[in-house]
């Protein structure tokens, strides 16, 4: 069992992060969140194992290997699977594991087709709209699931 380890996992284009539309999603890159969030997960005594992918199969695998091992949560920026993956919300739902759904930006604020989310009917909760901050949000979300 890994009660103190915490899956963040980011989907399709979330490694472009600083680069990509700066104005919608940030300067910040993955690696700027990263290494914030292993800061707070140590002095929330907690475990951080981060990881992006463009592939689906990869982070449905990842949903999974969290079941498998324990994990206390899974914070998950599925990007743009997130509106279209029926894969990502049956292997939550198959897993133990709550799901804290993550968006930099507020999808509610965008175009239409992102206003729908696969995602937030199986996730134990959702943050949106505060850029990278809605990580941090998420790993105090998640701590508090312990106690």
């Known amino acids: 069992m890994s009660a103190n380890l915490v899956f963040v996992l980011n989907g399709p284009n979330l490694n472009l992060l600083g ?9 910040e890159t993955l690696d700027d969140i990263a290494a914030r969030l292993s800061d707070q997960a140590e002095a929330l005594g907690l475990a951080i194992d981060l990881r992006q992918s463009n592939h689906e199969g990869h982070l449905v695998d990842w949903l999974h290997e969290a079941g498998a091992r324990g994990a206390l949560a899974v914070i998950l920026n599925a990007g743009a699977y997130t509106h279209t993956s029926i894969a990502l919300h049956d292997a939550i739902k198959a897993i133990a594991v709550p799901v804290i759904e993550v968006h930099l930006s507020n999808p509610h604020a965008r175009e239409a087709f992102r206003h729908v989310s696969l995602i937030s009917a199986v996730a134990r909760g959702s943050i949106c709209g505060f850029g990278a901050q809605s990580y941090a949000l998420a790993l105090d979300a998640a701590v508090r699931l312990r106690q």
């Open 19 to 27: 680069s990509r539309e700066p104005d919608v999603y940030g300067r």
